[in-house]
T-cell receptor, first 114, second 114 residues
Framework: DAGVTQSPTHLIKTRGQQVTLRCSPK?????VSWYQQALGQGPQFIFQ???????QRGNFPDRFSGHQFPNYSSELNVNALLLGDSALYLC?????????????FGAGTRLSVL | AQSVAQPEDQVNVAEGNPLTVKCTYS??????LFWYVQYPNRGLQFLLK??????LVKGSYGFEAEFNKSQTSFHLKKPSALVSDSALYFC????????????FGAGTILRVKS
């Protein structure tokens, strides 16, 4: 049973560019959340998708957007990249949005903005 | 607002000795608490959770955590540390109406020396 998979594993972009990160949830999971983990910090919640809609959003600007597909996979898009966007981006999936539901994380995509 | 504090950046312990990684939280209402572990170049791996019931929660790999409502703490413990337990540990909190959007602490590095 495949867990949460993310692609690509590493990415290098320059300031002002746009980037798309991808996530496939664990089998049987329909909810995908995205987190940003800056170096030396804990993950920060970006947003959550369920039934192809954004259900919750953290304190991130509109440059961060996402999408969920009918097969529950998800994309995270970041426009107009800033140096401060350099981080590990983690995708987590769960069986629903309930607060008791455990989130299972992928290995992440490390984004470097030069 | 919810918040988590992990007061120790790093915890050092000798192999075979008991270990404790501290976590305190702030949330109005009843908290749901989680511990995750992160190995280098890996995503977060779920260890255990507290939702309700017994204050002592048992999880994976021999870890357990004690919920203390009066002290708003949820410390992670293990009776006998292994070198392979060396990793970065995160405490996280949510509560019912926030779904499973997690708020993480900054993390604690655990080093177990042989």
């Amino acid at each position: 049973d495949a867990g949460v998979t993310q692609s690509p594993t590493h990415l290098i972009k320059t300031r002002g560019q746009q980037v798309t990160l991808r996530c496939s949830p664990k089998s049987g999971h329909d909810t995908v959340s995205w987190y940003q983990q800056a170096l030396g910090q804990g993950p920060q919640f970006i947003f959550q998708y369920y039934e192809e809609e954004e259900r919750q959003r953290g304190n991130f600007p509109d440059r961060f957007s996402g999408h969920q597909f009918p097969n529950y996979s998800s994309e995270l898009n970041v426009n107009a990249l800033l140096l401060g966007d350099s981080a590990l981006y983690l995708c987590a999936s769960s069986p629903g949005t309930g607060s008791k539901n455990i989130q299972y994380f992928g290995a992440g995509t490390r984004l470097s903005v030069l | 607002a919810q918040s988590v504090a992990q007061p120790e950046d790093q915890v050092n312990v000798a192999e075979g000795n008991p270990l404790t990684v501290k976590c305190t939280y702030s949330v109005s209402g009843n908290p749901y608490l989680f511990w995750y572990v992160q190995y280098p170049n890996r995503g977060l791996q779920f260890l255990l959770k507290y939702i309700t019931g017994d204050n002592l929660v048992k999880g994976s790999y021999g870890f357990e955590a004690e919920f203390n409502k009066s002290q708003t703490s949820f410390h992670l413990k293990k009776p006998s540390a292994l070198v392979s337990d060396s990793a970065l540990y995160f405490c996280a909190v949510t509560r019912g109406e926030y779904g499973n959007k997690l708020v993480f602490g900054a993390g604690t590095i655990l080093r177990v020396k042989s």
